[in-house]
């Protein structure tokens, strides 16, 4: 009998060690999987973001931290809005302000500014860009972005991990050029019969080369 009794006893705490061995493993197993569900979520996150933000520095195809960021807004015949002067693009900014006579009579308003910037600060600036473009088109206007690094960009890859379509291709001695079509970019422009909104352009190799980004179409001289 009392054997029987200890015996009861024994498989008892048998079965309660087996019980918490399971329990154990039962939550090392959840927390791997939601660490692991974390780490995928979080590189989706991460993998969107750099689709959402087209711009050259957080591409992740360059290996230099800085890039030469222009705006130009251009409107004719009405006042800037005055959220523009009153907001800017990044902390160090500066707008030049110019008023030209046109031939028509018109008056036409323009801000230029640039700033050299890093990752995060092309983050704010292209949300800026985002934020401001139904702004000024609405009134009339124009804004475009020139981002610059001295570094050659492997163009096909970028337009392919941005999500861009080419609609249009250029090559000239050692200078490759696209003119693409990005659909979170609001602002477009007619080139030809085609509807673009991305122009990037790179020469040379590496460290070596130059690139240029510009939206919705290039304006300065690369």
Request: aromatic share 8%; proline share 3%.
């Amino acid at each position: 009998m009392l054997r029987s009794i200890m015996k009861t006893k024994g498989m008892l705490i048998l079965y309660r060690k087996i019980i918490l061995v399971c329990c154990f493993a039962g939550l090392i197993m959840i927390s791997f999987g939601i660490g692991n569900y974390v780490l995928t979520h979080n590189h989706k996150n991460i993998d969107a973001s750099n689709k959402k933000t087209p711009l050259l520095l957080n591409s992740g195809f360059l290996e230099g931290n800085e890039a030469e960021a222009t705006l130009i807004l251009w409107i004719e015949n009405t006042e800037l809005p005055t959220l523009i002067l009153g907001n800017m693009p990044t902390e160090n900014w500066k707008w030049n302000y110019k008023e030209l006579e046109m031939k028509n009579g018109k008056v036409a308003r323009m801000l230029t500014g640039q700033d050299i910037l890093n990752k995060e600060e092309e983050i704010k600036l292209f949300a800026w860009y985002t934020n401001m473009v139904p702004l000024i088109e609405k009134a009339g206007g124009k804004i475009y972005l020139d981002e610059r690094t001295p570094e050659a960009i492997d163009i096909s890859a970028y337009l392919s991990q941005t999500n861009a379509d080419p609609m249009q291709w250029m090559l000239i001695d050692n200078m490759i050029s696209s003119a693409a079509y990005q659909k979170n970019i609001e602002t477009t422009v007619m080139a030809g019969q085609d509807q673009v909104n991305i122009q990037i352009l790179s020469r040379g190799k590496g460290s070596d080369g130059r690139s240029v980004l510009a939206i919705p179409v290039l304006l300065k001289e690369f």
